[in-house]
């Protein structure tokens, strides 16, 4: 039987900060951190790590990228990462959604754990049991991490109440609390690799093409669009078999992740 972790490779995204100001954040102690906190948080220890650094960044600023990189692996022995199977992957795409797609297309494993550099989870998640149960249920496409607790109040905020979200009831064998929800976030995540080369890739081509798009540093500004437009056109639950969106946990249950860049927020 495969290991669980054999069957998933973390992507961790990340971009100089403040590349374009007298004072750029070279030494990124954010991206450690998320990288410790797979490690020994969510126990994540024999996954391949993949480190892209958007393509724009070395183009425009070449000489700090060269730093930024070299500090990331100067850092990850300073902290005892080293012993982790982590590339810094050299042919990187432009964007977020650019690096996605790059990423997408070189991982062998079937699933893909998206993380931005300044995450990290706070809840112990057990990824035999996400794994088990995305291998039973491949209506699973996208399993999102909350950030807020699911205390009953609206999720993701009240602004968003026409949006879907309700316990998954159906999937007797699921090993993991689960919710439907209609949304597409581009928080700590879990995807089905055949998932979005055969459908997500597809669909993004296709209306929102990557010339076209607006989500340079936000993947889901490009998705969320077409999602509301498939739940205009055919109703939440013939989009949810198409995109298959849905969130670790039901109410009530406590965050998973917590965000730590809101001092850098890209706007």
Same mark, same amino acid.
């Given at each position: 039987?495969?290991?669980?972790?054999?069957?998933?490779?973390?992507?961790?995204?990340?971009?100089?900060?403040?590349?374009?100001?007298?004072? +750029?954040?070279?030494?990124?102690?954010?991206?450690?951190?998320?990288?410790?906190?797979?490690?020994?948080?969510?126990?994540?220890?024999?996954? %391949?790590?993949?480190?892209?650094?958007?393509?724009?960044?070395?183009?425009?600023? +070449?000489?700090?990228?060269?730093?930024?990189?070299?500090?990331?692996?100067?850092?990850?022995?300073?902290?005892?990462?080293?012993?982790?199977?982590?590339?810094?992957?050299?042919?990187?795409?432009?964007?977020?959604?650019?690096?996605?797609?790059?990423?997408?297309?070189?991982?062998?494993?079937?699933?893909?754990?998206?993380?931005?550099?300044?995450? %990290?989870?706070?809840?112990?998640?057990?990824? %035999?049991?996400?794994?088990?149960?995305?291998?039973?249920?491949?209506?699973?496409?996208?399993?999102?991490?909350?950030?807020? +607790?699911?205390?009953?109040?609206?999720?993701?905020?009240?602004?968003?109440?026409?949006?879907?979200?309700?316990?998954?009831?159906?999937?007797?064998?699921?090993?993991?609390?689960?919710?439907?929800?209609?949304?597409?976030?581009?928080?700590?995540?879990?995807?089905?690799?055949?998932?979005?080369?055969?459908?997500?890739?597809?669909?993004?081509?296709?209306?929102?093409?990557?010339?076209?798009?607006?989500?340079?540093?936000?993947?889901?500004?490009?998705?969320?669009?077409?999602?509301?437009?498939?739940?205009?056109?055919?109703?939440?639950?013939?989009?949810?078999?198409?995109?298959?969106?849905?969130?670790?946990?039901?109410?009530?249950?406590?965050?998973?992740?917590?965000?730590?860049?809101?001092?850098?927020?890209?706007?």
């Amino acid at each position: 039987m495969t290991n669980y972790q054999d069957q998933i490779t973390v992507c961790l995204w990340t971009h100089i900060i403040n590349a374009g100001t007298d004072n +750029p954040y070279l030494k990124n102690d954010m991206l450690i951190e998320t990288i410790r906190s797979v490690k020994e948080d969510i126990k994540l220890d024999k996954v %391949k790590y993949e480190i892209y650094c958007d393509n724009a960044m070395k183009v425009q600023y +070449p000489e700090l990228a060269k730093i930024y990189l070299n500090n990331i692996k100067n850092m990850l022995v300073e902290h005892g990462l080293d012993d982790l199977n982590i590339e810094i992957v050299e042919n990187t795409g432009t964007t977020l959604r650019g690096n996605w797609e790059c990423a997408v297309n070189r991982i062998q494993t079937p699933y893909i754990l998206f993380l931005e550099h300044d995450w %990290k989870f706070i809840y112990p998640l057990d990824f %035999k049991k996400i794994t088990n149960t995305l291998n039973k249920y491949k209506e699973i496409s996208y399993l999102k991490f909350n950030r807020w +607790p699911l205390d009953g109040r609206p999720y993701p905020s009240h602004t968003h109440w026409e949006w879907r979200f309700e316990p998954e009831t159906s999937f007797t064998e699921s090993e993991i609390p689960l919710s439907k929800c209609s949304f597409f976030s581009g928080n700590p995540h879990i995807m089905r690799v055949e998932a979005i080369k055969n459908f997500y890739l597809p669909e993004l081509n296709k209306r929102v093409p990557l010339e076209k798009s607006i989500g340079k540093s936000f993947l889901e500004r490009d998705i969320k669009p077409i999602t509301e437009q498939d739940i205009k056109k055919w109703g939440h639950d013939e989009a949810l078999k198409l995109w298959g969106t849905y969130m670790y946990g039901s109410t009530p249950h406590p965050s998973v992740v917590e965000h730590t860049g809101d001092w850098c927020r890209k706007k």
